[in-house]
Nanobody
Framework: VQLVESGGGLVQPGGSLRLSCAAS????????MGWYRQAPGKQHELVAA???????NYADSVKGRFTISLSNAKSTMYLQMNSLQPEDTAVYFC??????????????????WGQGTQVTVSS
């Protein structure tokens, strides 16, 4: 199973970016996916998460600015980030809680991480 992130980059304060995380491989189903971020000198923190049923959860710092969504059919998660601020600068990591095939007719629940994508908000 692989998680491939895209959409990071450099944006001015007040601008927008859309991150994507595509899961591929021997996936039976998705329990939940989420975005975490880590800025230099700061702790790893949850930004937003979404379950396969559509329940979402956001960090207080991004509520009203970021929107997370999940396409179960495409096994792809998105994070629309609006009104970006310099304090949003960080490496953003995709996380997936999946039900995967490990052998014929054999599955297990496992967590996966993407490689991270840099988001820089600066003028």
């Amino acid at each position: 199973v692989q998680l491939v992130e895209s959409g990071g980059g450099l944006v001015q304060p007040g601008g927008s970016l859309r991150l994507s995380c595509a899961a591929s491989g021997s996936i039976f189903s998705i329990y939940a996916m989420g975005w975490y971020r880590q800025a230099p000198g700061k702790q790893h923190e949850l930004v937003a998460a979404v379950t396969s049923g559509g329940t979402t959860n956001y960090a207080d710092s991004v509520k009203g600015r970021f929107t997370i969504s999940l396409s179960n059919a495409k096994s792809t998660m998105y994070l629309q980030m609006n009104s970006l601020q310099p304090e949003d600068t960080a490496v953003y990591f995709c996380n997936a809680d999946l039900d995967i095939f490990i052998a014929t007719a054999t599955r297990r629940r496992q967590e996966f991480w993407g490689q991270g994508t840099q988001v820089t908000v600066s003028s």
